[in-house]
């Protein structure tokens, strides 16, 4: 099974930007962020395919948030811009063989890293 561990969480200003990094150590077809703030299901974020042909973001983040992938280095970054108070999560790195949008589609996470926005 293919390990995946985030980094780059942290406290923020609403406004401010923050870059997380997801290290694989190996390649699997589709790479996800999702979020989970407390109380919450946890929902998707963005997709990104293997090649970085295809992303996909969840319209809460579309325009502000930028994922992209590093074959090279088996990393998946998510570039977050102008965060809000409601970004406040753990946000967690996921790996699975099809696109999905559903976090039960996915067969590697991350432990998670805590992205706290402040207003």
């Known amino acids: 099974q293919v390990q995946l561990v985030e980094s780059g969480g942290g406290s923020v200003q609403a406004g401010d930007s923050l870059r997380l990094s997801c290290a694989a150590s190996g390649r699997m077809l589709a790479m996800s962020w999702f979020r989970q703030a407390p109380g919450k299901e946890r929902e998707f974020v963005a997709l990104?395919?293997?090649?970085?042909?295809?992303?996909y973001y969840a319209e809460s983040v579309e325009g502000r948030f930028t994922i992209s992938q590093d074959n090279a280095k088996n990393t998946v970054y998510l570039q977050m811009n102008n965060l809000k108070p409601e970004d406040t999560a753990v946000y967690y790195c996921a790996g699975g063989t099809h696109y999905s949008l559903k976090p039960r589609e996915y067969t590697s996470w991350g432990q998670g890293t805590q992205v706290t926005v402040s207003a």
């Open positions: 990104v395919a293997w090649n970085g042909a295809t992303t």
